[in-house]
C-alpha cells in the first residue's frame, strides 16, 4: 500500500471520526475503536492506531495525559474543549468519584470545601495517581482543563471552586461562596458533640474513643485508616453474642461506628454514594472478618429513596428530629440566619436570642449544651467588633504543626484580633455556661481550664506569630467566660493582668460578674438580658 493511499485512507477514518464527534461532542477511546471496527471491519490494533494518527495529525485533540475510567482517553475536535457537562457525563459511569464531586460542586453553587471534596470522593488526602484516585489528581484535571480552581479563605481553609470568565469581580463573588459555604460546615457540625453524647448514652458507642469533627474546625474531619469521616468511635454493643460487650475490652474486638452527618441541607445520594465507598475501603483495608463496621447517618431532611436504599444497606439512619425533637429544625434554621448575619456583620443578638430560646423551649438545654456554647461565642461577636474596631479578625481559626517524629498537634482558636492601632494580636477563648458553673485553674494538661489555655494553646499559637513579634506587635490572650472562677483562678488572672499579656484595650480574663460589667459599660444592654435568662441556672 502506498503512503498516498494510507493517507487517504486515514482520511476517510479522520472524516467518520469528526463526523461522530460533531454529534457527540467527545467520546472514549474504547467507543471509538469499536465504532470503527465495527464501520469499516479494521481490528481492534488497527482502529487504535488510526485514532492514534487522527490525534497526531492534529485532526481531534485527546485529554492526555488524563484518563476517564479504564484507563481511557477521552477525544474530541480541535474546537471544542471539554465542559463540565461531559466530564459528568463520561464520569457518571466510569470515574463515579469524580462524577460525585461535579455534581455536588453544582448544587452547592459550584463550590466545594477540600475537606467535604475528600468524603465525597472517598480520597484519601495522600497519595498520587494519573487514574485519578486521588481528590488532589482530580483538582488538577479540573485546573489543567481550565475548570475550576482552588482558593484558600482568611482562615486557610481550601475550596475548590468552578471557574466562571464571565464575572467582573470573581474575587468578590469567591469570598461570598467560601463564607455561605463556611456557614454550611458550621451546621453541619455545630451539634457533633450532642450527637456524640446521644450515642454514648444510647450504647451505641464508647465515648472514649470518639473522635469528631469540631464545629469550631469544620474543615477538619476525624481521621482513621486514612480516610476521613465526620467522626468515628468503637461500640461495645454485641446483641447476643459470644463476645459481650463487657469483654470486648480493646478496639480490635470491637466495632467499629462511623458518622456522615448533614444538617445544613438535604442528605443526597451523592452523601449516600461517597459514604458507601470509605465504608467498602475501610473494610477492604483489614483482614477478611477482623473488623465490624457500623455506619450511622444523621440528617436533617432525606428523601424517601434515598433513606430507603441507606435501610437496605443496613447501615443506620437518624432524623435529627428523633434525636432532638422538633423544635431542632427551628435552631438549625435560626443558626444559619445567625452565621449569615455574621458574614454581614449586622447584630446578631435577636437570633442567637431565638435559638436559645427554642433550646430553652425544647427541653433540651443539657442535650443541646455545645451549641449553647457556641451561641455565645457568637453573641460575643459584635462585642468584640467593636471592642477591637480597628483590627481584622479570624474566627473558629486551627493552627497545626507536624513535628518530627511524625506526630500532628493543633489547636483551634475562637477569635483572633489583629489590630494595628494598637499593635497588638489578640487570641480569645470563649466559654458560655450557666452561673453555677466554675472553671478550675487546672494545669496545662488539663482541658477546659485556665492554665490550658494559657500555658498550652496560648504560647502554641504565638510560636505561629514570630513574623509579626519580630516585627514589633505584641502578642495578647483573653478568656471570657459566663461562668465563675475559683479563688485562685482569680489569683492567676490578675498576676496575669499585671504581665505583658493585657491587651491594651481589655482584661486578660473576664469570669461572669466581670463580664456582665464590660458589658454594662460598653452599652450591650441586650446582650446582658440574654446572658441573665439563657446562661443562669436558676431560670
Given at each position: 500500500m502506498t503512503k498516498t493511499t494510507i493517507i487517504s485512507e486515514q482520511q476517510k477514518y479522520n472524516d467518520y471520526i469528526s463526523r461522530i464527534l460533531a454529534v457527540q461532542l467527545f467520546e472514549s477511546g474504547s467507543e471509538l475503536r469499536l465504532r470503527l471496527v465495527e464501520?469499516?471491519?479494521?481490528?481492534?490494533?488497527?482502529?487504535?492506531?488510526?485514532?492514534?494518527?487522527?490525534?497526531?495529525?492534529?485532526?481531534?485533540?485527546?485529554?492526555?495525559?488524563?484518563?476517564?475510567?479504564?484507563?481511557?482517553?477521552?477525544?474530541?475536535?480541535?474546537?471544542q474543549d471539554l465542559s463540565v457537562e461531559m466530564i459528568m457525563t463520561i464520569c457518571r459511569r466510569k470515574r463515579p468519584p469524580l462524577y460525585r464531586l461535579l455534581k455536588v460542586m453544582k448544587l452547592n453553587d459550584g463550590i466545594i470545601s477540600h475537606y467535604e471534596g475528600l468524603k465525597i470522593t472517598a480520597s484519601p488526602d495522600e497519595g498520587s495517581s494519573t487514574k485519578v484516585n486521588t481528590l488532589a489528581d482530580m483538582v488538577k484535571i479540573l485546573v489543567k482543563l481550565e475548570l475550576a480552581y482552588e482558593k484558600k479563605d482568611l482562615n486557610g481553609?481550601?475550596?475548590?471552586?468552578?471557574?466562571?470568565?464571565?464575572?467582573?469581580?470573581?474575587?468578590?463573588?469567591?469570598?461570598?461562596?467560601?463564607?455561605?459555604?463556611?456557614?454550611?460546615?458550621?451546621?453541619d457540625s455545630s451539634l457533633m458533640p450532642d450527637v456524640i453524647r446521644w450515642l454514648v448514652n444510647s450504647n451505641l458507642i464508647d465515648n472514649v474513643n470518639a473522635i469528631y469533627r469540631n464545629k469550631k474546625t469544620p474543615s477538619l474531619g476525624a481521621k482513621q485508616n486514612g480516610l476521613y469521616w465526620d467522626a468515628y468511635s468503637y461500640s461495645r454493643a454485641t446483641g447476643i453474642n459470644p463476645v459481650v460487650g463487657?469483654?470486648?475490652?480493646?478496639?480490635?474486638?470491637?466495632?467499629?461506628?462511623?458518622?456522615?452527618?448533614?444538617?445544613?441541607?438535604?442528605?443526597?445520594?451523592?452523601?449516600?454514594?461517597?459514604?458507601?465507598?470509605?465504608?467498602?475501603?475501610?473494610?477492604?483495608?483489614?483482614?477478611?472478618?477482623?473488623r465490624k463496621v457500623m455506619p450511622i447517618v444523621v440528617y436533617k431532611s432525606c428523601s424517601e429513596e434515598v433513606l430507603g436504599k441507606i435501610k437496605k444497606l443496613g447501615f443506620l439512619a437518624f432524623d435529627v428530629g428523633s434525636i432532638f425533637g422538633a423544635r431542632i429544625y427551628t435552631i438549625l434554621n435560626k443558626l444559619k440566619e445567625v452565621n449569615d448575619l455574621i458574614i454581614a456583620e449586622e447584630n446578631i443578638e435577636k437570633s442567637v436570642k431565638e435559638v436559645l430560646k427554642s433550646i430553652k423551649a425544647a427541653g433540651q438545654e443539657d442535650a443541646?449544651?455545645?451549641?449553647?456554647?457556641?451561641?455565645?461565642?457568637?453573641?460575643m461577636f459584635p462585642v468584640l467588633k467593636d471592642i477591637f474596631?480597628?483590627?481584622?479578625?479570624?474566627?473558629?481559626?486551627?493552627?497545626?504543626?507536624?513535628?518530627?517524629?511524625?506526630?500532628?498537634?493543633?489547636?483551634e482558636y475562637d477569635?483572633?484580633?489583629?489590630?494595628?492601632?494598637?499593635?497588638?494580636?489578640?487570641?480569645?477563648?470563649?466559654?458560655?455556661?450557666?452561673?453555677?458553673?466554675?472553671?478550675?485553674?487546672?494545669?496545662?494538661?488539663?482541658?477546659?481550664?485556665?492554665?490550658?489555655?494559657?500555658?498550652?494553646?496560648?504560647?502554641?499559637?504565638?510560636?505561629?506569630?514570630?513574623?509579626?513579634?519580630?516585627?514589633?506587635?505584641?502578642?495578647?490572650?483573653?478568656?471570657?467566660?459566663?461562668a465563675?472562677?475559683?479563688?485562685?483562678?482569680?489569683?492567676?488572672?490578675?498576676?496575669?493582668?499585671?504581665?505583658?499579656?493585657?491587651?491594651?484595650?481589655?482584661?486578660?480574663?473576664?469570669?461572669?460578674?466581670?463580664?456582665?460589667?464590660?458589658?454594662?459599660?460598653?452599652?450591650f444592654s441586650k446582650e446582658i438580658k440574654i446572658i441573665e435568662k439563657y446562661y443562669s441556672r436558676e431560670n
Open positions: 464501520q469499516f471491519g479494521v481490528s481492534d490494533s488497527n482502529a487504535r492506531k488510526i485514532i492514534a494518527r487522527a490525534a497526531t495529525t492534529r485532526n481531534i485533540k485527546s485529554s492526555r495525559p488524563y484518563t476517564f475510567g479504564n484507563g481511557q482517553f477521552i477525544y474530541l475536535l480541535q474546537e481553609i481550601n475550596y475548590i471552586i468552578f471557574r466562571d470568565d464571565f464575572l467582573d469581580d470573581s474575587d468578590k463573588r469567591d469570598k461570598m461562596l467560601m463564607s455561605a459555604h463556611y456557614n454550611k460546615m458550621v451546621i463487657s469483654k470486648a475490652d480493646t478496639v480490635e474486638k470491637q466495632t467499629l461506628v462511623v458518622l456522615d452527618v448533614v444538617l445544613s441541607e438535604d442528605y443526597r445520594q451523592q452523601d449516600l454514594d461517597g459514604f458507601l465507598a470509605r465504608v467498602q475501603i475501610n473494610l477492604r483495608a483489614v483482614k477478611k472478618g477482623q443541646l449544651r455545645n451549641l449553647r456554647g457556641l451561641m455565645f461565642e457568637l453573641l474596631s480597628s483590627a481584622n479578625y479570624m474566627r473558629g481559626k486551627t493552627f497545626m504543626v507536624r513535628h518530627p517524629d511524625g506526630t500532628n498537634e493543633g489547636y477569635y483572633i484580633f489583629d489590630s494595628s492601632h494598637p499593635q497588638e494580636i489578640v487570641v480569645i477563648e470563649l466559654k458560655g455556661y450557666n452561673s453555677d458553673v466554675s472553671i478550675a485553674l487546672g494545669d496545662k494538661d488539663k482541658k477546659s481550664t485556665l492554665k490550658w489555655f494559657f500555658e498550652r494553646t496560648l504560647p502554641f499559637a504565638k510560636s505561629q506569630y514570630k513574623k509579626e513579634i519580630a516585627a514589633g506587635k505584641k502578642f495578647r490572650g483573653v478568656y471570657i467566660t459566663t465563675n472562677f475559683w479563688q485562685d483562678g482569680k489569683d492567676y488572672l490578675a498576676k496575669l493582668n499585671s504581665s505583658g499579656l493585657k491587651s491594651a484595650k481589655i482584661n486578660v480574663g473576664y469570669d461572669r460578674e466581670a463580664l456582665l460589667e464590660l458589658l454594662k459599660t460598653e452599652g
